[in-house]
């Protein structure tokens, strides 16, 4: 779209249209005739549901007892009584294939969705879907000596399923490990809760891209507190659901922008912080849509203590989701009487507050409302009272039992880190493309390619010719773009421009918008939408265009991308592979490696190539797998070809194996493990040892950092009796001193020196010009060899690389 100067400096005014604020008129014959008195009954109990289940949580964190039922729960329970009506009026309209995503205070969105779910599926449904959820344990708890419908064992096992998986019990929703910040039940629509603050803010997002790019049914839902506006994947999430290119540049057809809705649970508090007066500045939440939108993203306040108000807008808002005119902000308002946790002393609230709120509970005004119209009676609202507690009451009894409820051995967690799943594709249907792979110009072009990088004197052939590590990853792109009917890559200037680093380019005339697409500048939402993308069932490539943007990404890629598979019991898979570019020449901000966080964390597989054919073989790894993946790649390596696999880079698909680090050069008196470009001088400095003093050297590159097989490292060891580790990561916390670590152990009996690393300087990363002096260069190699390792025969170091002056560096920090 071109930008015309005369239009854009043209003197005007913005005009922002009106926002809605508690614009609900109760109307009682028209609520009757939209729901029906049952469904009106339904929303009373199921609001008294929740009250009951969160008391009873309540008085077990804060007695250790409900009802006569002991029990010490030690993990978290943040509360939601008060909130019952916006939960429960938020779901009553939703259909199962609309999913809400949450926050930490969600047992009641959980609860009230799953009852939502309940009541619009058959008994047969229901049945199949209970049966087959964790092999039916969790139905066989509570449908033993069951005596109801189907329908009521089913609520039960809505209960059950949450509370025991609250008390981290093998049969809760996630095997117990979610817990009460995590759980949620996919069949029923109700999607990873989840502990960081405003955490599902972009989450959803992908999830919402799912739905649209894949055409499925429904909405998603992003239920987020109050003072989650403070937070920046929710801001991120937003600008991402609002991009403009869904309406102007996407195909009409796909049907227009994610349909996400942010709807904010405004209690008025953080924990303790005040967000009206105190902690924002938005007045009303509701006035933050006319940022981000012309439409003020359908922004309105509705008030959460009358369900149908919020039931109503939700069914407005719904619409205009699926119509495509996302995204929409809902700022529901409720209260939560109970505390922040059980602990909370409410020291920043008045009791004047807490009563008044009381006061108006809306659960009660509900039972009032319904019996003034004649729809409830006292004694029903009685029964119905005498129910959810005898029904909440064996809900208890069940989950704390040990024997019917046992916990998880610790070892289970182990096989569900990751899912170790094989998929060509994740849906089984012809993937959109806009050619046939053989005319794709780039592919073309590639094709009069020397696939191998040297000529016949050993010398790397002009750039021109030469088939490099960046096509070697387009062609790993491309081909599971053919296949994957589901795969999406999206990120900073991946389209038109061809990717950063131009390893996209070709792809743009290959692929329709919506399979790949430039972002917002918005490292959090690009990967935490790849986050709620994978879990839906989507396969996603995410691109970071400089390793050190990591940062901004790291709530997503630590608690995230890590976690979701193993939180959920292996019942969610990730296929999503995070590209990472890893820089150099441009300073202390684009040049860092950053693989040791990455490694540090449970969870994510991590591989950093350092050859084309590799680049190729294990990004075809990557993304035929169900697995999280962080793929650094290297911005000193974008344009090398091949010069270790002799064929050159195929050019079919290969993978190369999980977990394998790869000799590069053999050798007897010396390893040397490399992690990505370090590789290059190593090498060098292999050739320089074994030249001038005689010594053989085998150079090994690790290739993979998680999972990593040592067997390989240590027969190498078992030779050679010394090792020597490089990577450009800083040296202090570089994932080559796990490496020597783990060495020194497991080939302890073979090593005649303790493993010496060496990495970049503990410094800033500086200038391009002054590079030699911080990334690792062939003499330090050479010298710390001679220094800690062996010395050389007649050898003076050029450079200080002893034990002394690693303390000396220590002691000064740098
Ligand atoms: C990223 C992050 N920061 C801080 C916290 C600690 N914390 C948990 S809940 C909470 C308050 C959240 O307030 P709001 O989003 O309004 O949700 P509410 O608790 O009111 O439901 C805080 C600060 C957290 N869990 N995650
Ligand atoms: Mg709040």
């Known amino acids: 779209m071109p930008i015309d100067p005369v239009k854009v400096r043209k003197s005007s005014v913005i005009k922002i249209s009106d926002i809605p604020v508690n614009q609900y008129k109760s109307d009682f014959k028209k609520e009757q005739k939209t729901y029906g008195d049952e469904k009106l009954k339904q929303v009373y109990r199921h609001m008294l549901f929740i009250r009951e289940f969160e008391t009873a949580l309540n008085s077990i964190k804060t007695k250790n007892v409900y009802e006569g039922i002991e029990y010490n729960h030690k993990g978290p329970a943040h509360l939601s009584i008060g909130q019952e009506a916006a939960a429960v009026g938020q779901c009553l309209n939703l259909t199962v294939e609309d999913h809400i995503f949450g926050s930490h205070r969600s047992h009641g969105e959980i609860l009230a969705k799953c009852f939502s779910a309940v009541d619009k599926l058959d008994d047969e449904k ?21 005596k109801g419908d189907v329908r009521d064992l089913a609520m039960r096992f809505v209960l059950y399923g949450t509370m025991a998986e609250i008390f981290a019990k093998r049969t809760g929703f996630n ?21 960081i603050v405003g955490g599902s803010g972009d989450v959803s997002v992908g999830a919402a891209l799912f739905k649209r790019v894949n055409r499925k049914p429904g909405i998603v839902i992003a239920n987020i507190g109050d003072a989650s506006m403070g937070c920046g994947p929710v801001w991120e999430g937003m600008m991402f659901a609002a991009m403009d290119q869904y309406r102007t540049l996407w195909d009409k057809e796909i049907g227009g922008a994610p349909p996400v809705m942010f709807n904010f649970f405004n209690n008025f508090y953080g924990m303790g912080g005040q967000t009206y007066g105190e902690t924002m500045g938005y007045d009303i939440l509701a006035r933050v849509g006319a940022g981000v939108n012309p439409e003020n993203m359908h922004s309105e306040r509705v008030d959460g203590y009358n369900p149908l108000a919020v039931a109503e807008a939700v069914s407005r808002k719904k619409e205009i989701l699926l119509e495509g005119r996302g995204p929409v902000l809902m700022d529901t308002i409720t209260y939560r009487i109970s505390g922040h946790s059980p602990s909370d002393a409410s020291s920043y609230r008045t009791k004047e507050e807490i009563d008044s709120w009381t006061e108006s509970d809306a659960i009660i005004s509900f039972g009032e409302y319904l019996k003034k119209n004649g729809v409830l009676s006292d004694s029903d609202i009685e029964s119905m009272k005498n129910e959810v507690v005898e029904t909440t009451k064996e809900t208890v009894i069940l989950a704390v039992d040990m024997e019917r409820s046992p916990r998880v051995k610790g070892q289970f967690i182990e096989t569900v ?48 010719k030469t088939f490099a590590y960046r096509d070697a990853l387009f062609e790993a792109m491309i081909h599971r773009f053919y296949i994957d009917p589901t795969m999406v890559a999206y990120g900073e200037e991946n389209r038109d421009w061809g990717g950063a680093f131009a390893v996209y380019r070709g792809l743009t005339e290959a692929l329709p918008y919506h399979r790949l697409f430039n972002s917002p500048i918005s490292e959090g939402a690009i990967v935490g939408s790849g986050v709620g993308y994978a879990l839906s069932g989507g396969r996603a490539v995410v691109e970071l265009m400089y390793c050190d943007f990591m940062g901004r990404a790291g709530d997503e890629i630590f608690n995230q991308v890590s976690k979701w598979q193993s939180m959920s019991a292996g019942i969610l898979k990730m296929p999503l592979t995070v590209r990472v570019s890893v820089g150099a020449k441009y300073g202390a901000q684009h040049s860092q490696d950053w693989s040791a966080m990455v490694a540090h964390i449970p969870g994510l597989k991590a591989m950093y190539p350092a050859t084309p054919y590799d680049a190729k073989g294990m990004l075809n790894l990557a993304l035929a797998g169900t697995d999280p993946v962080i793929f650094f790649e290297s911005q000193k390596l974008y344009g090398i070809g091949e010069e270790f696999v002799k064929e050159g880079v195929p050019e079919g698909y290969y993978e190369v194996p999980e977990g394998e680090p790869v000799v590069r050069r053999s050798g007897t008196d010396l390893t040397i493990i490399t992690l990505g470009p370090a590789l290059y001088p190593a090498l060098e400095a292999a050739r320089e040892l074994e030249s001038r003093f005689g010594l053989s050297v085998e150079n090994i590159d690790l290739r993979f950092i998680n999972p990593l097989n040592y067997e390989p490292l240590g027969e190498s060891l078992k030779k050679t009796g010394k090792v020597l580790l490089v990577s450009d990561s800083v040296e202090r916390g570089s994932f080559m001193h796990n490496v020597a670590s783990n060495l020194s152990q497991f080939a302890f009996d073979y090593l005649d020196a303790p493993p010496a690393v060496v990495g970049s300087r503990n410094w800033i990363s500086p200038a391009a010009e002054m590079e ?22 007649g050898y003076s170091a050029v450079t200080v690389q002893t034990n002394g002056e690693l303390l000396r560096r220590s002691r000064l920090g740098v």
């Open 175 to 195: 095997r117990g490990l979610g817990g009460s910040m995590h759980t949620f039940f996919t069949p029923f629509g109700s999607m990873p809760n989840n502990a």
């Open 772 to 793: 030699e002096d911080f990334f690792p260069q062939v003499e330090w190699i050479i010298d710390t060899v001679h220094e800690r390792i062996l010395p050389l025969p």
């Open 126 to 146: 229901l049945m199949s879907i209970m049966k087959n959820f964790l092999d039916g344990e969790t139905l066989a708890v509570v449908e033993k000596d069951h």
């Open 417 to 464: 880190m990751f899912s170790n799943e094989k998929r060509e594709k994740m849906e089984d249907r012809e993937p959109e493309v806009l050619m046939p792979l053989a005319e794709n110009p780039r592919v073309q072009q590639l094709s009069k390619r020397s696939r191998y990088g040297l000529d016949e004197n050993g010398k790397a052939l002009s750039a021109a």
